[in-house]
């Protein structure tokens, strides 16, 4: 009975208080006015429950179909069909990624088409004749490259004008085709032009230079292997090469017609008068931005210098004097081309060709972003390459390519990895000439399947092999993204590309964040410049 007294006053109070007001005061005037003892939020919540509607966890709605972001959490996907409008905001899945709570999330933008976008929209008509090439070096071409049938559409639209004499700056996506897009002029312009043979040292009429010894040695492959069918020689010019060496094999080759060099050799040569651009007819600038680098720009304005480049097209045509052409090609748009334009030539003469999916995420490659503290990468590092390496025993699949953002990182992370038995190569700018030779060769023909490597490997090098890129340090630039990014996906890959990503520091997150929102607005990423900043006439 005891018991029961507080169980009646509880009951006796709960009475009073669902008693009208005027019950307890007596005040008519009050009489309308409710009272409010439950929270209004706190109540329509109830009443949901109550409902069997709102219960937690809040069912999600998944949307039949494709997804274009796939996130950890099903609430943050975008399907396929659905593109973020340029000013609509949509929660990202990298949304609170600075908070380290959010370490080991993960989100991937997704593959939604299955070929390079340099293959697409192409004309069945389209083909390599119709472009303005001679039979000659059609034919090399189809001896040199017979899986080569159709002009990619950077090709397409770098040719004619090329061919008309314009100076040309090219920006287009990696693994579109750009070395044989200007290639084949060059070659056709050295066939036309006159091969004057007064020298005392070598003086080549075809010079393309590019920002790595591998790329130098790639460029070359892919030029000599047309050069032979035109009679034409193309030799390297590497850096890493001594004073005795580079004179050996400057000598070696006198009457070389094409000479692919890295900036720094080039520039030795140069100054000991070993070489001379005089006769230069056709210059070519490829990796553009990256030689517009303040590591290199004092090299390159130095060779601009001496190479005699065309003020108008009739400086081209000159039978006695020909002048340089000018053709700078990249995968993003080079920034201060206008101080370089300006000290070269005029910038009337310059037909710039943009593709339409320049700065574009690739949407042929599954790109994911995984959440981690900085010392969780190694063991998810070596999950991946083991994952990787029992697949490959079951179906055929291409090589990986790890990144990191230094030479250090580089060695360190060999070294774990030698400790787990993981096979593989290693390729940083601090390694010796004569160590770094030939290693990326050795990967591109499969001998090994890793590389770790620094952004040197990021620049230009086909990789038609590569199956997955690892970012082990997230790049410091969206620049950097994007040309690491395109070592896979590539015009004449056997395998469908995938990039992971590890993001552990916060201006890592900022980065994701513009490449997630880039993708959800299926826009070009924010801040890269992508004309030259005085309109020029786009008249090819
Ligand atoms: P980029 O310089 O734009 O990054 P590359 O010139 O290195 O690209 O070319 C990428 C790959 O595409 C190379 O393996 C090349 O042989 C191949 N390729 C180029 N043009 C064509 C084409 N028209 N058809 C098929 N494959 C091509
Ligand atoms: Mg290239």
Redesign the pocket.
């Known amino acids: 009975m005891a018991l029961a007294r507080p169980a009646r006053f509880l009951s006796l109070a709960v009475r009073l208080l669902r008693e009208p007001r005027r019950n307890l005061a007596g005040r008519g005037s009050d009489e309308s006015l409710p009272v409010v003892r439950v929270p209004r939020a706190l109540q329509r919540r109830q009443e949901q429950r109550q409902s069997g509607r709102g219960s937690f966890p809040r069912p999600v709605l998944v949307r039949p179909g494709p997804l274009l972001i796939s996130a950890r959490r099903p609430e943050l996907n975008q399907p396929a069909r659905l593109t973020l409008g340029r000013w609509e905001c949509a929660p990202l899945a990298s949304r609170g990624w600075k908070h380290r709570r959010s370490r080991r999330d993960h989100f991937s933008i997704e593959r939604v088409q299955q070929e390079a976008p340099?293959?697409r929209n192409l004309s069945p008509r389209d083909s390599?004749e119709d472009l303005g090439l001679e039979p000659r070096v059609l034919l090399a071409l189809q001896e040199a490259?017979p899986?080569?049938?159709?002009?990619?559409s950077?090709?397409s639209k770098t040719i004619p004008p090329l061919l008309r004499g314009r100076h040309v700056l090219c920006a287009?996506?990696?693994?579109?085709?750009?070395?044989?897009?200007y290639l084949l002029p060059l070659f056709q312009r050295l066939l036309r032009s006159a091969n004057l043979d007064s020298r005392r040292s070598t003086a080549p009429r075809g010079m393309v230079v590019v920002p790595s010894r591998e790329l130098a040695e790639?460029?070359q492959a892919?030029a000599q292997s047309l050069g032979r069918y035109l009679d034409l020689q193309v030799i390297p010019l590497g850096g890493g090469l001594g004073m005795s060496r580079l004179k050996l094999q400057l000598c070696r080759y006198p009457s070389a017609d094409v000479v692919v060099a890295t900036p720094g050799a080039l520039w030795k040569a140069l100054k000991s008068q070993l070489i001379n651009l005089e006769r230069l007819s056709f210059i070519v600038l490829?990796?553009v931005d990256t030689l517009l680098d303040e590591s290199f720009l004092e090299l390159v304005d130095y060779i601009l210098e001496k190479s005699p480049i065309a003020e108008s097209p009739d400086e081209l045509e000159d039978p006695f004097n020909p002048k340089a052409q000018l053709v700078m090609?990249g995968?993003t748009f080079p920034e201060g081309l206008n101080q370089l334009l300006s000290k070269v030539s005029s910038p009337d003469y310059l037909t710039t060709i943009t593709s339409s999916k320049l700065h574009c995420i690739m949407p042929h490659v599954k790109q994911t972003f995984m959440r981690l503290k900085g010392a969780e990468k190694v063991t998810e590092l070596v999950q991946i390459l083991k994952q990787h390496d029992k697949t490959k025993k079951t179906e055929p699949s291409g090589t990986i390519l790890v990144f990191c953002n230094s030479s250090s990182t580089v060695n360190w992370l060999g070294y774990i990895l030698d400790d787990h038995k993981i096979q593989h190569l290693r390729l940083q700018g601090q390694m010796p000439a004569s160590m770094r030779a030939g290693i990326f060769q050795s990967f591109q023909n499969s001998s090994q399947n890793v590389l770790v490597c620094t952004d040197i490997a990021s620049r230009?090098?086909?990789s038609?092999h590569v199956e997955l890129i690892v970012n082990y340090d997230f790049p410091l630039t969206l620049q950097d993204y994007i040309h690491r990014a395109?070592r896979v996906g590539?015009?004449?890959?056997e395998v469908p590309g995938t990039v992971i990503s590890f993001v552990t520091h916060p201006w890592d997150v900022s980065l994701v964040q513009k490449i997630e929102l880039a993708a959800r607005r299926r826009r070009s990423l924010p801040g890269l410049p992508s004309s030259v900043r005085d309109p020029l006439p786009q008249q090819a």
């Open positions: 340099a293959l390599f490259a899986e080569v049938v159709r002009p990619t950077v090709q287009a996506e990696t693994g579109s085709g750009k070395t044989l897009s790639q460029v892919v490829d990796e090609v995968a230009g090098l086909d038609i395109g590539r015009v004449g890959s």
